[in-house]
């Protein structure tokens, strides 16, 4: 059994420990900057805590969940002592082929500590220097989920800004309409329904044609309305793009 270790002690790093310990996987040790958070995951996981980045040396693979940015300057630390892999969406790890074994382990799902998620429905995407090292990566994301796939780093670029898309910006809209409506004493909870009625259409209808409302309608007089009950600036100018852009969208129906 390969052993794994972690670098990283955030959503990410959090998830992918709870998910090998469900398969009885090897955590062999994690390391974070963030001594307090990884002191804690260690504890509660029962996992040897890493003090120094050269204790990796007793690994067989390193999965790095550390922000984006710090990544140019943790791979190549790391993968001096063992075959790195990183679970970021939008890295460039071939950037690093001079090293012997990089790789891209992208659980695609959003993480948060905290909130339980089921690891064997996420899709998986690998990218690796070597084909070796892309099959150990794509037997390891294969213990834990049934949709594991290679992918260019172009590809899961791709993919990751409709991930933002449809992930990032939906729940950004959903803090802008649960503060507009607090300003209005109405519970967030009374869109419950209609929010997760919009996610599961989706399952059998595709996103254009499950769209309702009235830019779709071509209702301008009920746009107005709505356009005179928004105060806030920044949200009416929102709600004037994304109504020009659904707009444009059906024009041609
Ligand atoms: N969250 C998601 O839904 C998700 C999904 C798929 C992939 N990813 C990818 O997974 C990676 C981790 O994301 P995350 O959501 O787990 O992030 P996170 O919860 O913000 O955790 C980031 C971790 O990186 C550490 N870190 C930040 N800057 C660092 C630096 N300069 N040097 C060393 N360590 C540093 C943080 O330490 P401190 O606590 O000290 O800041 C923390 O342990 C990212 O590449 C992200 O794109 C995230």
């Not at 992930?167 to 507009?180: G, K, P, V």
């Amino acid at each position: 059994m390969k052993k794994i270790g972690i670098v990283g002690s955030g959503n990410v790093a959090t998830h992918l420990v709870i998910a090998f310990k469900e398969k009885g996987m090897d955590i062999a040790g994690l390391f974070s900057r963030n001594h307090h958070s990884a002191h804690e995951i260690c504890e509660r996981f029962s996992i040897p805590y890493f003090e120094t980045i050269e204790q990796f040396k007793q690994v067989d693979l390193i999965i790095v969940c550390v922000s984006d940015d710090a990544l140019a300057n943790l791979i190549p630390q790391l993968a001096q002592y063992a075959p790195t892999a990183t679970t970021s969406g939008t890295i460039d790890v071939l950037q690093f082929d001079h090293l012997k074994d990089v790789g891209v382990f992208y659980p695609l799902q959003s993480f948060t500590t905290g909130k339980n998620v089921a690891f064997d429905t996420i899709p998986i995407f690998i990218e690796a220097s070597s084909d070796a090292f892309a099959q150990t990566l794509k037997d390891i994301g294969t213990k834990l989920s049934c949709e594991v796939h290679f992918i260019s780093a172009k590809q899961r670029q791709h993919l990751h800004v409709a991930a933002v898309m449809v992930n990032n910006f939906t729940n950004h809209l959903m803090t802008l309409a649960a503060d507009y409506l607090k300003k209005e004493n109405i519970p967030f909870e009374w869109l419950q329904p209609l929010i997760l009625e919009t996610v599961d259409k989706l399952s059998s209808i595709s996103p254009y044609d499950a769209q309702t409302g009235p830019a779709r309608r071509n209702d301008q007089q009920t746009i107005d309305r709505h356009l005179s009950l928004i105060t806030n600036e920044e949200l009416k100018q929102l709600y004037i793009q994304f109504t020009k852009s659904r707009q444009t969208t059906y024009n041609h129906d």
